[in-house]
């Protein structure tokens, strides 16, 4: 999946960022090619800091940051953020237009173990916003499985934000041309789905979690937010 993905955001709409816009444009965060409203960004943005319960003592560490819109508003709230895309010309336009004392940028596969970035600074909660879609319930369970080892003790909270849901998923694919493209995208076993990735029913996230003896709490995005995505808090106490 990874090499799919890969050369997808290689090519990306992956044209120097001049403005914020130009970031939203670059990462996909958009509506019918525009930027999502400033409204639903920061609703968004809240939503992470509230399930998260972000405090100045966490050490946040973000997968898939892609040019750091997220990173810089997390800054805010967190002590420090460690945030990761495998993306070269993304992890750059993070390094120009998001840079913030309080983050570090670096390239990397989220599938990686995480030993080789982090340092004395051991994240205690981690984020992937927008991305899930991009993986295998396999790849799911390696990435956590590398979470949990830089966490072996105390509380771990894991929050994965933006995933397509599998149960609404005709929401999104609300005409016939829609539905005949899906269609045809999974006839052909297309793993980048127009960009759209991979629709995750809840149930195999809880399974996962149980597996890794996490709960998981899995519910629609907020109102206001999309009608077809779905986030997935797993937490130890
Ligand atoms: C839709 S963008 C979301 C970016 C950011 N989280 C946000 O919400 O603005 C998805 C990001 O996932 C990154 N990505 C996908 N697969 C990855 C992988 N295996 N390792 C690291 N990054 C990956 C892409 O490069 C891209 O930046």
């Not at 991305?131 to 790849?139: G, I, K, R, T, V």
């Amino acid at each position: 999946m990874t090499e799919a993905w890969k050369a997808f955001w290689d090519n990306y709409r992956n044209q120097e960022a001049r403005t914020d816009d130009d970031l939203f444009i670059q990462v996909g965060r958009t509506v019918q090619g525009r930027p999502i409203s400033h409204e639903e960004f920061s609703l968004g943005v809240r939503h992470v800091v509230e399930m998260l319960a972000l405090e100045q003592t966490d050490v946040v560490f973000e997968y898939c940051c892609g040019n750091g819109l997220v990173s810089r508003e997390l800054a805010r709230h967190a002590g420090f953020v460690i945030a990761s895309d495998f993306a070269d010309h993304l992890v750059a336009a993070a390094r120009q237009w998001s840079r913030r004392p309080n983050v570090t940028y670096h390239l990397w596969n989220a599938l990686e173990p995480l030993d080789e970035i982090i340092d004395e600074r051991r994240p205690n909660k981690f984020l992937m916003a927008y991305a899930l879609a991009h993986f295998s319930p396999d790849d799911l369970e390696r990435i956590v499985r590398n979470a949990i080892a830089v966490r072996r003790d105390g509380p771990f909270t894991f929050l994965l934000t933006g995933i397509p849901d599998d149960s609404r998923m005709f929401s999104f694919y609300d005409t016939a041309e829609r539905r005949q493209r899906f269609a045809e995208n999974q006839a052909k076993g297309s793993v980048t789905n127009d960009g759209m990735g991979r629709w995750w029913k809840a149930a195999e996230i809880v399974a996962l979690a149980e597996r890794l003896g996490l709960h998981a709490d899995v519910r629609p995005e907020p109102a206001g937010l999309t009608h077809y995505r779905m986030d997935a808090l797993l937490r130890r106490a």
